[in-house]
């Protein structure tokens, strides 16, 4: 059974630091690019960073460009997202989703594959 299961979300005080990973189970990462999104509430699910099945592409949204970093470790099947300075906006749900293509993408609808999600707050 395909499986993305992502862990690392938490609770944070705004300027401070974490790390999502998301592994993959059932498939191997090393042909898809991999994307993490995020779904604060009552807002739509919006693309944060993808990353190139080789790493050697990467886009990120505007609003997390110089805080967060993608990254990914093919022998270890998993891809990482280091999210420093981080702001109550950044609160939410974060998801990272799979897709079998050699673009980096950033809509949701190219992506085929999604875990279940990790929470992430961002608060005093």
């Known amino acids: 059974q395909l499986q993305l299961v992502e862990s690392g979300g938490g609770l944070v005080q705004p300027g401070g630091s974490l790390r999502l990973s998301c592994a993959a189970f059932?498939?191997?990462?090393?042909?898809?690019?991999i994307a993490w999104f995020r779904q604060a509430p009552g807002k739509e699910r919006e693309g944060v960073s993808c990353?190139?099945?080789?790493?050697?592409?990467?886009n990120y949204a505007d609003s997390v460009k110089g805080r967060f970093t993608i990254s990914r470790d093919n022998a270890k099947n998993t891809v990482y997202l280091q999210m420093n300075s981080l702001r109550p906006e950044d609160t939410g749900i974060y998801y990272c989703?799979?897709?079998?293509?050699?673009?980096?993408?950033?809509?949701?609808?190219?992506?085929?594959?999604w875990g279940q999600g990790t929470q992430v707050t961002v608060s005093s």
């Open positions: 989703a799979a897709a079998g293509t050699y673009y980096i993408p950033m809509q949701a609808r190219d992506y085929g594959y």
């Open positions: 990353i190139s099945s080789s790493g050697g592409n990467t």
């Open positions: 059932g498939f191997t990462l090393d042909y898809y690019t």
